[in-house]
């Protein structure tokens, strides 16, 4: 290790040394702050260092901090799930349960030391698994490999938490905080607010709502914080500090953006607990009871896992000729239109639960289609006429496993 190398890893350690330093700070300065109307100013401005400080260990600075080695692996498959839990939980054996790939397991933690991707096949769909290694108490101030855990699982489209049914409701709580801590929102919402940067002219706060757990006077002082002086405001909900400076930092540190990923908690190991206590927590919100060692429900938490990522089944269809169901097309909700293998003219429809105009479905293969768009047809749920096809415009509003042929001029 050359002189320049040496020097920017203790520049890193350094860095992280104060980032942890000052969070610990403000932590317990908020800790010691009774929480009342009087004091809700306050708390908002620590709120927003908080935020501050946390994005600022997620993402040093250039020319701080060691390059450092992630867990390369390419996203493949309709979707990507990440399995995320503390050691010796079950993560590999559910992975070499539900997938054709063999993790190693053992009787000791840290078995798994880097991320081993597997594929679940279900109802024609490729679902990359990715068995990530156990995280410990602090991953998210780099502890334990734990910040390229936790990067890792940010580009997942559904996190799986794994938990041990024998153990209390404390290991849910940890993760909870560790990946919050590290802008990973589960099962949760963005924000009604937006933000937009101006040059000149002050900050503009415009609401819709009436707010009732800030004021504006938090929201300027909040703004400020971040060095912005100059830009629109518009909030259309009652929001709080905290979604605030959940929010910002995402504009101040572009790469730290903050991910809202839809989760799921599983317990495992469940016959070793009472039929008591498995009955409670399958009544739990988000949450599926399995048992890796006695393959008990793992049928349906795959069934879980398809309902949480929304994906849909779309068929081709050629003139003339019927779509093929036996290969389907997955996709995840949001998904548009892909160009087939075939003429243009002949397009599969890739459609999400959402309505989409035809416009859209143009647009979303070539931006030159829509100007050539001659006219459509369209076999499904939009189809005034189903199960026959009806010729259709620009303006028409597809729907779910609709088919659309595209013809140009």
């Known amino acids: 290790m050359g002189i320049v190398e040496k020097i920017k890893e203790i520049e890193g350690e350094y860095h992280l040394w104060r980032c942890c330093l000052l969070i610990q700070l403000v932590t317990e300065e908020m800790a010691r702050t009774q929480k009342n109307k009087a004091t809700e100013y306050h708390l908002g401005l620590l709120k927003a260092k908080l935020a501050r400080y946390r994005a ?80 410990v108490e602090g991953a998210s101030q780099g502890r334990g490999r734990g910040r390229q855990v936790v990067a890792t699982a940010k580009t ?53 709502v009436k707010l009732t757990k800030t004021d504006e006077k938090t929201i300027r002082t909040i703004l400020a914080s971040y060095k912005l002086h100059n830009c629109d405001v518009m909030i259309r909900e009652d929001v709080d500090t905290g979604f605030l400076t959940s929010k910002l930092p995402g504009l101040i540190f572009p790469v730290g953006t ?56 779309v068929y081709t269809k050629k003139r003339g000729e019927r779509p093929d169901l036996s290969d389907p097309v997955c996709l995840r909700k949001g998904a548009t239109i892909e160009v087939c293998p075939i003429p243009i003219k002949y397009v599969r429809c890739i459609l999400e639960g959402m309505l989409t105009s035809a416009q859209d479905v143009c647009l979303g293969i070539h931006k030159s289609l829509a100007t050539n768009f001659r006219y459509a047809l369209v076999w499904g749920r939009s189809s005034k006429f189903s199960p026959h096809a009806q010729k259709v415009s620009l303006n028409h509003q597809v729907q779910d496993e609709d088919v659309v042929s595209i013809f140009t001029k």
């Open 56 to 135: 600022q260990l997620l993402e040093p600075t250039s020319k701080s901090g060691s390059s450092g080695t992630g867990f390369d692996v390419q996203k493949a498959g309709d979707a990507r799930v990440a399995l995320i839990g503390f050691p010796s939980v079950g993560k590999s054996t559910l992975l070499s349960k539900c997938t054709n790939t063999v993790s190693e397991t053992a009787a000791y933690e840290f078995t798994t030391l880097t991320a081993i991707p597997g594929v679940i096949e279900y109802q024609g769909a490729r679902i990359q698994l990715l068995d990530l290694p156990g995280i």
């Open 156 to 208: 997942a489209d559904l996190i799986l938490v794994m938990l041990d049914a024998t153990k209390s409701e404390e290991q849910r709580r940890l993760l909870e905080i560790e990946l919050d801590a590290v802008g990973i929102r589960l099962n949760k919402r963005k924000p009604d607010v937006v933000f937009k940067r101006r040059t000149t002219g002050g900050i503009t706060l415009t609401t819709t």
């Open 258 to 313: 903050r991910k809202y990923i839809p989760c799921l908690y599983v317990y495992n190991k469940i016959d070793a607990i009472s039929l008591e206590m498995v009955d409670k927590l399958a009544r739990s919100e988000n949450t599926v009871v399995i048992s890796c060692e006695m393959n008990l429900n793992l049928d349906y938490l795959v069934e879980r896992v398809w309902e949480s990522l929304g994906l849909v089944k």
